[in-house]
């Protein structure tokens, strides 16, 4: 079975360093083809694509994060680990991780659950 | 960066009716060397994950109701639900993944009237 789950701290102070990590399961980001991407939704309001990492470490980040985050990912542990720096209360959010399976263009077909943050002093 | 725009915002449909959600990029997703969409359609259930119910335009998603369907042009893509039904409920957003910088659409929000 395919799953994805998120971790991070839940309360984050202003200017802060966030790290979140996705654990993935049932696939690995080394097979060719395989892509995760994170997004992100504050309370009530849309979904934003945030950054993406490939299976030959190629990475691509959201115009108007770019300077802000850094994707990565560690094979050996399954884990992708996005780090956002100078958090504001903006940035309060739901941030889901997402798989990208080959064969559906860049669908994104299994999501995990979640996790909250909130940036708060 | 591509600018997604949807309408409605919001839709209330009649169980048994159909619905339609419209999806407009500021470009064109026809990809010039494979010519797919680079087009896809989520929906997120109440208190639930996004999930992937179209994807390259017009192609249904493993487990996808078949009273799903999508449509695709340069830069117009519809999704069509044949018959409302109550699981339907949801915020429909459509996402642009042409570019390396993925973006979606505001969401519409789809109900029971």
């Known amino acids: 079975q395919v799953t994805l789950k998120e971790s991070g701290p839940a309360l984050v102070k202003p200017t802060q360093t966030l790290t979140l990590t996705c654990t993935l399961s049932?696939?690995?980001?080394?097979?060719?083809?395989?892509?995760v991407s994170w997004i992100r939704q504050p309370p009530g309001k849309a979904l934003e694509w945030l950054a993406r990492?490939?299976?030959?470490?190629?990475?691509f980040y959201s115009t108007s994060l770019k300077t802000r985050l850094t994707i990565s990912k560690d094979t050996s542990k399954n884990q992708v680990v996005l780090t956002m720096t100078n958090v504001d209360p903006v940035d309060t959010a739901t941030y889901y991780c997402?798989?990208?399976?080959?064969?559906?263009?860049?669908?994104?077909?299994?999501w995990g659950r979640g996790t909250t943050v909130t940036v708060s002093s | 960066d591509i600018v997604m725009t949807q309408s409605p915002l919001s839709l209330p449909v009649t169980p048994g009716e159909p619905a339609s959600i419209s999806c407009r990029s500021s470009q064109s997703l026809l990809h010039n060397y494979n010519g797919q969409y680079y087009l896809e359609w989520y929906v997120q259930k109440p208190g639930q994950s996004p999930q992937l119910l179209i994807y390259?335009?017009?192609n249904r998603a493993s487990g996808v109701p078949d009273r799903f369907s999508g449509s695709a042009s340069a830069t117009d893509f519809t999704l069509k639900i044949s018959r409302m039904e109550a699981e339907d409920v949801g915020v429909y957003y459509c996402m642009q993944s042409l570019q390396t910088v993925f973006t979606f659409g505001q969401g519409t929000k789809l109900e029971i009237k």
């Open positions: 997402a798989r990208i399976a080959p064969g559906m263009g860049y669908g994104m077909d299994v």
């Open positions: 390259l335009g017009y």
């Open positions: 990492i490939d299976w030959d470490d190629n990475k």
């Open positions: 049932g696939f690995s980001l080394s097979t060719t083809a395989m892509r």
